[in-house]
Structure formats: structure tokens, C-alpha cells
């Protein structure tokens, strides 16, 4: 008797929320759709972040398997740490939706580029230069697919770091080669189909190597790690359909005082 009362009052806790869907707008992820496209002339072999991936692309709101690994790190920092303000280096358009959802009237924006134009042709990104705010005013930097299309890109870093709170994080995405590559980076290419063929998009000024894209942070005064989905909730990352390989590049202020 007394185990079968055990029993009903377990099986009235409510059932955990379903992970096999979205985690952004909640369409169930069976119906992912490959996305991605081989730039021509591009090999996207060792490259993380580029290229055709199966059961990537949610139907319903867009977002591939980077924009969820980037939300699902960004929703769990804005749920725990509650920042006061956020700046969003903006390039994607769905980011900004579910950024402004999440942390809701805290959160500036920056678009580098005009509208839907891109960095096409040159460097037009004169504004993350010289970001104006004050320094530390922010306590998280969303900062994903920009660096890549910075030509300035040290200087850029050096900025986002000023801007920065001392306890804050910037959250950065790019595409990189983790393969023993250097960076490869050439401000002559112009032409859209050359850097297509060069870096794999026409908007792109690099292809970075992870290594050398954090040895850039760290010459900027900030430190980086790593993160992995999968190393930190393996099942929600499987459910989720995020990519093995791919890393958010996680960038705070070295820690003071000794
Ligand atoms: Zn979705």
C-alpha cells in the first residue's frame, strides 16, 4: 500500500519539458531541414561553421544549429547572471528577436553594416572602432558570424573589451579551422567571388584559425575559453541537433589582484 502511494505521488510530478524541439521557438526538431550550401570553389573540409549539415535548419524560425548553440548559452547566462545590459553586435536579424525576448529592454544595438548590404565591398565597419558608450557599460557582449567580416579585427576586440563590465562576457561565434591552418587573411581580395573562394562568403575578410582567434582575444587583454554543448548537457545537445565540433569562444576580463 504504502509503495503504491510512493508510486502516485511520483508520477504526478509533471513531466519534464520536452528537449526534442527548438529550444528557441519550440517546433519539434524531427523536422530540422538540411541548410547549408558549399561555397563554390571552397573546400569546407576541417572547416567548423560552414558547409551543407542535415537536420540543421528549423522551418519555423530559422535558426540553424549555431544560432541554437548560441541561444542556448545565452539564455542560461541570462537566466543565472541576469545582466543590466547587453550589447548586441548585430548581424543576424534572428538573433536580435530572441535576444530582445530574453533580456527583454536591456539590450543596445549595434549594426555594423547597413541593412541586409553586408561588408561587401571594403571595410565599412568603422563603427565597432569606436563604440559609443562608456567603458565596462555592458555586462554581456553577443557577438556571433562579425569578427570574421572585421578588417580591423584587433582593434575591434580591443574596443568590445573597453566597453565591457569587469565581470562581464562576451559570447563570440565565428567560423575557424581547428586543423593545424593559420588564419588565412588577405584585405587585397575585394571581389566577392574571390573571398568566396578564399574564405568561403562574400562578406568575409578571414578564415580564422581557433588558436590564433583567441591568441588575437588575449593580445586584446581578455581571456577565452571554450564551450562545448555537449560536454556540458550532452543529451539536451543531442536533442537539440547541434554540431560535435562547433564551440562558442567564451571572452571575459583576466581575473585581477593576487
Ligand atoms: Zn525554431
Not at 584559425?209 to 575559453?225: H, P, Q, V
Request: proline share 7%; with cysteine.
Amino acid at each position: 500500500m504504502a509503495l503504491s502511494w510512493w508510486r502516485a505521488l511520483f508520477a504526478k510530478k509533471p513531466a519534464p519539458p520536452s528537449k526534442d524541439r527548438c529550444c528557441i521557438c519550440g517546433q519539434p526538431s524531427g523536422a530540422f531541414e538540411a541548410s547549408g550550401t558549399v561555397p563554390p570553389g571552397f573546400s569546407t573540409d576541417g572547416v567548423v561553421g560552414l558547409g551543407q549539415r542535415e537536420n540543421d535548419l528549423c522551418p519555423s524560425c530559422s535558426a540553424d544549429s549555431r544560432e541554437r548553440l548560441l541561444f542556448a548559452y545565452v539564455e542560461r547566462f541570462v537566466r543565472d547572471r541576469r545582466p543590466a545590459s547587453v550589447l548586441h553586435v548585430r548581424w543576424r536579424e534572428g538573433q536580435a528577436n530572441w535576444l530582445g525576448k530574453l533580456a527583454k529592454d536591456n539590450v543596445t544595438t549595434v549594426t555594423p553594416w547597413r541593412e541586409r548590404e553586408g561588408p561587401v565591398h571594403g571595410d565599412t565597419s568603422a563603427e565597432l572602432l569606436k563604440l559609443p558608450f562608456n567603458d565596462g557599460a555592458f555586462d554581456l557582449i553577443v557577438c556571433a558570424d562579425v569578427m570574421q567580416r572585421v578588417s580591423h579585427d584587433r582593434r575591434a576586440l580591443i574596443e568590445l573589451g573597453r566597453v565591457l563590465a569587469p565581470s562581464g562576457m562576451i559570447v563570440v561565434q565565428v567560423p575557424y579551422t581547428d586543423d593545424g591552418r593559420l588564419t588565412d587573411e588577405d584585405s587585397q581580395i575585394i571581389a566577392p567571388e574571390d573571398r568566396i573562394a578564399r574564405f568561403g562568403d562574400k562578406s568575409f575578410v578571414r578564415l580564422y584559425a581557433l588558436n590564433d582567434f583567441r591568441a588575437r582575444i588575449g593580445m586584446a587583454g581578455l581571456e577565452t575559453s571554450l564551450y562545448d554543448a555537449f560536454a556540458d548537457d550532452e543529451p539536451r545537445a543531442t536533442a537539440q541537433r547541434l554540431h560535435p565540433s562547433d564551440r562558442l569562444i567564451l571572452v571575459g576580463r583576466p581575473a585581477t589582484g593576487g
